[in-house]
């Protein structure tokens, strides 16, 4: 097991089981039986089953305290009250799918509800081209063709398009990976449900909202009523207290939580994330912590809304949201709490998630390349850490290292914003000193291995640290190729050894 090897670590985790409660809505009954009367002083005393405290209702209605999870869907189904386990139908405020799934989640659209058939709402479609584009494979090229028809047809508002595949700045529509795009644009709100047919759709729960991914045929008839049907997670609650050291981020505390419970450890449940360090986290940080619950069989997951939601959303979007919180008295399944302080760089070694090392530990790793992107780790946050390290270190990358920016607001930041601590100098700056490829059109590149003229796409046996989130046999291309995952500053450390590498060798 992984977790022995982090057992010679500074006590970090505790994990409390608190149970699952059921709640009824009216109180239990119970019967006396009748006696003849008597003249009697004694008294006879019946004692009733035992029940809850609960405060006065003048409705007679029992409210029973909720997790955020649990009240969301609760809104969305009209529902007052939800309990685990509960199957529900759910308004769907926003649906999103892309090149690779939508053309089939269209197709069974159109068979259910006919060839002419109309979408439930025009403006809570989101389609986003992303996954195999800058190739060129026919077939790929096909299926934003489809997306694009489609669009045309229905009068889809928000299409982010591409039609230049040679140079993606001429169209202005285009995003890329569309769970860092849906944040961008604006399309993350607190308190509201939104579906996409992308297991990492997950990330959106940053911004305290329901998210999670669907298949195609759920997807198709989304788009033709609006609705699904939804079983009610159970929650899991991680409380992450402590100051955050400055050699870690957010991708080394799921890795963590991920090493803790295993692959298979938050099978459909949600994941609520909170505590002193997550309340310390960007959003783009907690969009990653987000982003890997499924890698743990997650339902969900999810952060409380705060201030740093809200600031973050200020232009983003001018559609009313409300947030909501997990009561004080809400019952989750499971409690874990981690000292963030004392965790150190973290990596997934393969072929698992879960498979969970000290960095430290693994210096003897020889790697052929570093792959920095993807919607855990391309953000515009993730390349501005890795700078962070190339620029320390002062030196060149001794292996092949392939920079993918999610978006193209993403690729912006990396050729405009000055990398704080390092002379006013960007990312771009820095990258091309370290000796790092030009970074790449934005999308999701060889995450999911794609077509083989796809840029970083393994096209043979190699091994590779990369911020991406799975590490499976052929995920990123050959099949005998071997993934590490890492944060951005373990990738950009290891990169300048061509050893997998502690970032505390460059950032102390």
């Keep these: 097991m992984a977790s022995s090897t982090i057992s010679s670590n500074s006590t970090t985790f505790i994990k409390k089981d608190v149970g699952?409660?059921?709640?009824?809505?009216?109180?239990?009954s119970f019967s006396v039986p009748k006696t003849k009367r008597r003249n009697s002083r004694k008294i006879v005393s019946v004692m009733a089953?035992?029940?809850?405290?609960?405060?006065?209702?003048?409705?007679?209605?029992?409210?029973?305290?909720?997790?955020?999870?649990?009240?969301?869907?609760?809104?969305?189904?009209?529902?007052?009250?939800?309990?685990?386990?509960?199957?529900?139908w759910v308004d769907v405020d926003i649906l999103m799918t892309h090149d690779v799934c939508g053309p089939g989640s269209f197709g069974i659209f159109k068979k259910e509800f006919g060839q002419n058939a109309k979408v439930w709402d025009r403006e809570k479609i989101v389609i986003i081209p992303d996954h195999y584009i800058f190739t060129n494979d026919e077939r790929a090229n096909r299926n934003v063709d489809i997306l694009r028809d489609f669009c045309t047809e229905q009068n889809i508002k928000y299409f982010y398009d591409i039609k230049d595949l040679g140079n993606f700045k001429v169209n202005p529509d285009y995003k890329g990976v569309c769970h860092v795009a849906l944040a961008q644009e604006g399309h993350c709100r607190p308190g509201e449900v939104l579906l996409g047919t992308d297991s990492h759709t997950c990330t959106a729960g940053a911004f305290g909202q329901f998210a999670t991914g669907i298949g195609n045929t759920d997807a198709g008839f989304v788009l033709g009523t609006g609705k699904i049907l939804?079983?009610?997670?159970?929650?899991?609650?991680?409380?992450?207290?402590?100051?955050?050291?400055?050699?870690?981020?957010?991708?080394?505390?799921i890795l963590q939580i991920i090493g803790e419970i295993s692959v298979s450890g938050a099978t459909y449940k949600s994941m609520e994330f909170v505590g002193s360090t997550v309340e310390s986290l960007t959003m783009e940080e907690r969009m990653t912590l987000c982003n890997m619950v499924v890698e743990a069989g997650g339902k969900n997951g999810v952060v409380p809304a705060d201030s740093t939601t809200h600031k973050y959303l200020e232009d983003?979007?001018?559609?009313?949201?409300?947030?909501?919180?997990?009561d004080e008295q809400a019952r989750f399944l499971s409690e874990y709490r981690f000292d963030v302080s004392k965790l150190e760089p973290l990596v997934a070694k393969p072929h698992s998630p879960d498979n969970r090392a000290l960095a430290r530990e693994c210096k003897d790793v020889k790697i052929d390349r570093v792959y920095i992107g993807s919607c855990t780790g391309g953000k515009t946050e993730d390349f501005l850490a890795a700078a962070k390290v190339f620029h320390a270190s002062g030196k060149k990358v001794k292996v092949p290292t392939f920079l993918v920016p999610a978006t193209q607001k993403v690729w912006m930041d990396v050729y405009s914003l000055p990398v704080p601590g390092c002379g006013g100098k960007t990312c771009s700056q820095i990258f091309e000193e370290a000796g790092c490829d030009t970074p790449a059109s934005p999308s999701c590149g060889a995450c999911l291995g794609g077509p083989r003229d796809t840029y970083a796409r393994m096209n043979e046996p190699q091994v590779c640290?990369?911020?991406?989130?799975?590490?499976?046999?052929?995920?990123?291309g050959h099949k005998e190729g071997q993934i590490y995952l890492a944060s951005p500053y373990t990738a950009a450390a290891s990169a300048l050894t061509g050893f997998v590498t502690d970032p505390r060798e460059f950032l102390q």
């Design 20 to 28: 699952l409660s059921a709640f009824s809505s009216s109180p239990s």
């Design 49 to 88: 089953p035992q029940q809850s405290p609960r405060s006065p209702s003048t409705t007679g209605s029992v409210k029973t305290a909720m997790t955020m999870t649990e009240k969301i869907l609760a809104r969305a189904s009209q529902k007052p009250q939800l309990s685990p386990g509960e199957n529900v």
């Design 230 to 253: 939804l079983k009610v997670p159970p929650t899991l609650r991680f409380v992450m207290d402590g100051e955050m050291p400055d050699y870690l981020l957010a991708k080394d505390l």
């Design 316 to 326: 983003k979007t001018d559609v009313p949201y409300e947030p909501v919180y997990s």
């Design 465 to 476: 640290v990369s911020t991406t989130n799975r590490n499976f046999p052929g995920r990123m």
